[in-house]
């Protein structure tokens, strides 16, 4: 495979296997297990799998191994493993690496799931957890310890598209012999500078802008070969995370189309940005590449574009964000976002509802707050839509 093929390229051909059939789009290889041509090669395979054997579906599978591939080609990593969601994801990436007695530094504003994994099943088993604010590099070397053995971050933070500066975190963690696992969803594995960054684990929620069409869960760690392969791996197969063959294949043919769907949402969101920044209104309107952005420059030296998603806040707070969403024709409302259908979250009373009030607060979730995130619908349509709406509420 071409090792200077440009990334659109590779979202095409990187991983293709090919069976004696020499079918043209990918197969979909809906086996659990795999035949062996003797008892001798049977024994071999257990004793080391080649790179296109399989022993287990759990462990492998070639369609699920093609995605692994074409997504690493994307991302600039060695390796991945391929998980069945977001969660598992992040799951195993923290399970694999940490033990009774390690100490886990956090941002605090992270995804409920991730929070629930870090907050209270980790700390069942031994492990403390501190939670710092993401965007305070003082807070960040205050609580990183000798003993911390992983630093865990949201890239961008959901749902007030706060930017954490990674570079900066990874020097800190490494100075103390910590890993850090990055969750990128919100950055993309378009646009993301994760690894280049210091990165030793992306994370993503496939779910996300790899499908991008509302269909089916799935997750990846993606790292060095040896971190992938000899940690994350041997804690993954065996604990039952795997990611289907159908839905590697759906993922597998979405890379296909990612940067023409993402540069296409992306750009209907920076258009929209524009048109809200300043509007009468809203109290803020937070998009990581629009110039009013807090951490603006940040964002344009770790991202190479501002991605699918912005969030509003609106200054009649609650009554005023329901009516707007009530108001809105082409967006749905739901609580996912990247789709190729538009989608607005209110998430004060969705997403981040069982919050109590001061971490609602402490997170910039205030009841006005509304996330767009901009689909494959047109641009003009889209940005007239929220403008109607706005006028509305
Ligand atoms: C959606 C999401 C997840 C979880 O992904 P699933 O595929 O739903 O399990 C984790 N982290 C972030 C930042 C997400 O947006």
Redesign the pocket.
Known sequence: MGNTWKKRTKMVHAGTRRSQYGEVSEAIFLTQGFVYDSAEAAEARFIEAGEDEFIYARYGNPTVRMFEDRISALEGSEDAFATA????A?NVALMALLKAGDHVVASRAL?G??EYILGTVLTRFGVEVSFVDGTDLGAWRAALRPDTAVVFL?SIS?PTLEVIDLAAVCEMAHGVGARVIV?N??ATPLYSYALECGADLV?Y????HVDGQGRC???VVLGARDLIRGTIEPYAKHTGGALSPFNAWVMLKSLETLDLRVRAQTATATALAEALAGHEKLARMLYPHHPSHPQHALARAQMEAGGTVLAIDLKGGKDAAFRFLNALEIFTISN??ADAKSIVTHPATTTHQRLPDDQKALLGITPGLVRISLGLEDGDDLIGDVLQALDAA
């Open positions: 969601s977001g969660m598992a992040v995804f799931s991730c949201e959901n969750d969803a919100f994370v929620s496939t779910t996300k869960l799935g997750g996912n976002f």
